[in-house]
């Protein structure tokens, strides 16, 4: 398989409230809900890097979609599982925490120096989906 990740879901609860997080809260670029007009279609998608994606969606149309039951189809924000938001030091690490709060994220650890060499601290959006922002003094990252 050839890795081509060009989309990350997360299943929501309510879609405005989760648009209004990331659009207004994070500032992330977005169009807004799209697919009204179909059962089940209601969406947002929000430009992350050059290929990627991150689309809001209801579980209950993720449900739908899968066949699964909500409780399944929306397990996976639930245990051990982040999304990374890798940022080019720990200043910048600090503003995403300090976004992310005031934009009504709950602080799950705050951003500290790690054992690897370091800096990064944790937050849940209001459907629970766990981040973490992070520096990582190996890493280079393109702008």
Request: a negative charge; aromatic letters at 12%.
């Given at each position: 398989m050839k890795p081509r990740i060009t989309l990350i879901t997360l299943g929501v609860d309510d879609l405005e409230r989760a648009v209004r997080f990331y659009r207004d809260g994070l500032g992330l670029k977005t169009e807004g809900i799209?697919?009204?007009e179909c059962e089940?279609?209601?969406?947002a998608f929000f430009d992350l890097q050059a290929g990627l994606k991150l689309a809001l969606w209801p579980r209950?149309?993720?449900a739908h979609d899968t066949g699964l039951p909500v409780d399944d189809a929306g397990a996976a924000h639930v245990t051990n599982s982040t999304i990374g938001h890798n940022v080019s030091s720990k200043a910048e690490v600090d503003a995403v925490m300090a976004q992310a709060a005031a934009a009504g994220a709950v602080i799950?650890?705050?951003a500290h120096e790690t054992a690897w060499g370091g800096y990064a601290?944790?937050?849940?959006?209001?459907?629970?989906?766990?981040?973490?922002a992070a520096w990582n003094p190996a890493w280079e990252l393109a702008d």
């Open positions: 799209v697919g009204r089940h279609g209601a969406v209950e149309s993720i799950v650890k705050p601290g944790y937050f849940r959006d209001p459907d629970g989906h766990l981040w973490e």
